[in-house]
């Protein structure tokens, strides 16, 4: 079993940062590929950004392409993603999840209880 707990969110002005973190319980942490989802309130969850175990492949949405960037510390079992420039369209409650396979669909293994990020306009 894999713990996840995701950290950072708050409220920030558009055109602000954030740095959410999520950090793992698992030994094995530096085997699993790490994926960023959010779900922002009345819509269905969507992926965000994602990272291989060696950090070799990372994948993002094209609505967060060049704003967000994700990357991952093996030797602290935690996963970070760099949020620039948000939008009040980043509104949403933001996941981490962990799966063996590195993926842009939602059907990762396990998953963070999520980090609530708001931007004022």
């Known amino acids: 079993q894999v713990r996840l707990v995701e950290s950072g969110g708050g409220l920030v002005q558009a055109g602000g940062s954030l740095r959410l973190s999520c950090a793992a319980s698992?030994?094995?942490?530096?085997?699993?590929?790490m994926g960023w989802f959010r779900q922002a309130p009345g819509k269905e969850r969507e992926f965000v950004a994602a990272?291989?175990?060696?950090?070799?492949?990372?994948y993002y949405a094209d609505s967060v392409k060049g704003r967000f960037t994700i990357s991952r510390e093996n030797a602290k079992n935690t996963v970070f993603l760099q949020m620039n420039s948000l939008k009040p369209e980043d509104t949403a409650v933001y996941y981490c999840?962990?799966?063996?396979?590195?993926?842009?669909?939602?059907?990762?293994?396990?998953w963070g209880q999520g980090t609530q990020v708001t931007i004022s306009s």
């Open positions: 999840a962990a799966d063996w396979k590195l993926s842009r669909t939602g059907d990762y293994d396990y």
């Open positions: 698992a030994g094995t942490f530096n085997r699993f590929a």
């Open positions: 990272i291989s175990w060696s950090s070799s492949t990372s």
